[in-house]
């Protein structure tokens, strides 16, 4: 029986190279996204289930994971992938689209890791969460984004400490700019726009050089896996001297 990964965020250009490179190893995957055009041109596969959701919507969360496991009989794999990014300074940002990237970003992650919780203990598999640059160090003009990804990685760090008995790994992925959406912005009201589309990011890689990195320290339990030179260099200056950190993305993003 091959094991089974659930990828939110699935019609995402890291969300579907997460999905091509799962299944190279034998994975059947079950790509999860918002209903609508995009999730409809995803070609249906046998080793692939494609569902649409609204992770926000507590009663849809529900169905949907019933729905996954009315079709496969264990759930090794949570990749929490879903997000949306916000830019602007924190004086633009009204307090409605703070609440709207916590929802989709946090919220919906926390939320469903509640729902896989015994699935992941029976299997003893792993919640592997998507964090980003901005979860463990500032960021400009992404206050809530960033704030989001704190909160992320607080979350699956604190999990993991609890989970750790029943034989549960929680790791947690931190990618630089992956070229998502870079060419389609598509930003909402409120400064909210696709993961992927930020216009000022620095050392894009493609979203398959991220996926083969996140799920290569999958393989190899890496509780913490830095995603590209830009997630590293950023990682090890932070923790050397946050004061640095800060003086040279002020000076990446204002120059």
């Not at 998507?130 to 500032?138: D, L, N, R, T």
């Not at 809530?144 to 790994?169: C, D, I, M, N, Q």
């Amino acid at each position: 029986m091959k094991r089974t990964a659930v990828i939110t965020g699935g019609t995402g250009g890291l969300g579907l190279a997460l999905d091509r490179v799962l299944r190279r190893q034998g994975w059947y995957t079950v790509l999860v996204d918002l209903p609508g055009a995009a999730l409809d041109e995803i070609e249906s596969l046998p080793e692939r289930l494609i569902l649409g959701c609204d992770l926000t919507d507590g009663k849809a969360m529900r169905d949907l994971c019933n729905e996954i496991r009315r079709v496969r009989p264990a759930v090794d794999l949570v990749i929490y992938n879903a997000g949306v990014t916000q830019i602007g300074a924190f004086s633009d940002i009204s307090a409605a689209a703070h609440r709207d990237v916590f929802e989709i970003n946090y919220f919906a992650a926390v939320n469903m890791a509640r729902e896989f919780l015994m699935d992941i203990r029976s299997s003893k598999g792993t919640h592997l969460a998507i964090s980003s640059v901005a979860g463990f160090s500032p960021l400009l003009n992404r206050t809530a984004y960033a704030a989001s990804k704190h909160a992320l990685e607080g979350f699956f760090k604190s999990l993991r400490t609890e989970e750790r008995p029943y034989g549960v790994s929680c790791l947690i992925a931190a990618p630089s700019f992956v070229a998502t959406n870079t060419g389609n912005p598509q930003t909402r009201p409120g400064g909210i726009a696709r993961p992927g589309s930020a216009q000022d990011g620095i050392d894009y890689m493609s979203p398959e050089v991220a996926a083969k990195i996140i799920v290569n320290g999958y393989n190899r339990r890496h509780a913490f896996i830095p995603v590209g030179r830009v997630a590293l260099l950023s990682y090890l200056i932070n923790r050397l001297s946050p004061a640095l950190f800060a003086w040279v993305m002020n000076r990446q993003f204002t120059r």
